[in-house]
């Protein structure tokens, strides 16, 4: 049996990231944080996306570049095609075209149901559904043209079970997976694949302090770490041949 192999496949090593350009949105704290890092660590040079937290998004740059990666810390609202645009432009400019994407910006906002309002529904929806979609699309074209390219949407058990937040978080989350299993299905002949990462209470601020989360809910003890979930995303970045699946990281609490 003849084995052919696409020549789009060959141009660069299936798992070196040498070279690479990556795009972090959300990376000035927690998940978003460790997979930037990770992400350098590994070869790439990545651009860090923050909405608010500046100064923690240029220590994240900071570091990246001490570890002989080049890096850009650049504000941006993903909810806004404008905010987005400008961000991509300005990669493009400093970094290159962006060759991974990791959807990981995402807000919040827990509410009772009887307290859940629409304007909560359309800032959560807008900021963890809506700017993945955005994101994508903005970086989409150069990645087809080189016929190689990586996203990683950064999902949570809450599209499975419910959360803790409320249901316009759990239903941007699980927007997010079939977000990626469309992109998945029509970008997998062109060398793009589209994951997803579903975390559960992982030790971040978001999870400690603002959720008040009990680690005792979790079958294996603990809170995950961050560095457990940027570990997974590296291996789908790495990784050629996985396209729309989701992984959960979740300590044993999606077996439900």
């Not at 529904?121 to 080189?146: I, S």
Request: net charge negative; with cysteine.
């Amino acid at each position: 049996m003849t084995v052919t192999t696409d020549a789009r496949s060959t141009r660069f090593s299936t798992d070196a990231l040498d070279g690479r350009v990556a795009l972090v949105t959300g990376a000035s704290r927690g998940i978003g944080r460790g997979i930037a890092l990770a992400l350098a660590e590994a070869g790439a040079d990545v651009a860090v996306d923050y909405h608010v937290r500046r100064e923690a998004a240029e220590e994240v740059r900071d570091r990246i570049e001490s570890l002989g990666r080049r890096s850009v810390a650049i504000e941006a609202d993903v909810s806004s095609s404008a905010d987005v645009d400008r961000m991509v432009a300005r990669v493009e400019a400093s970094l290159g075209p962006v060759d991974v994407l990791v959807n990981n910006a995402g807000i919040a906002r827990p509410s009772a149901v009887e307290e859940l309002s629409e304007a909560d529904w359309d800032e959560v929806l807008g900021v963890n559904l809506t700017g993945a979609f955005l994101v994508t699309q903005a970086v989409l074209g150069p990645m087809r043209e080189q016929g190689w390219g990586r996203i990683v949407n950064v999902s949570s058990v809450a599209a499975k079970n419910g959360g803790l937040v409320g249901p316009h978080h759990a239903a941007s989350k699980a927007g997010l997976l079939g977000l990626t299993r469309s992109y998945a299905r029509r970008l997998a002949g062109e060398g793009v694949t589209c994951n997803a990462v579903a975390p559960a209470l992982v030790a971040t601020d978001m999870v400690v302090e603002e959720l008040g989360a009990d680690p005792d809910a979790i079958p294996v003890g603990r809170f995950g770490r961050v560095e457990e979930v940027a570990d997974v995303v590296l291996t789908l970045v790495r990784n050629g041949y996985i396209t729309g699946e989701t992984v959960d990281v979740a300590g044993g609490l999606s077996l439900g």
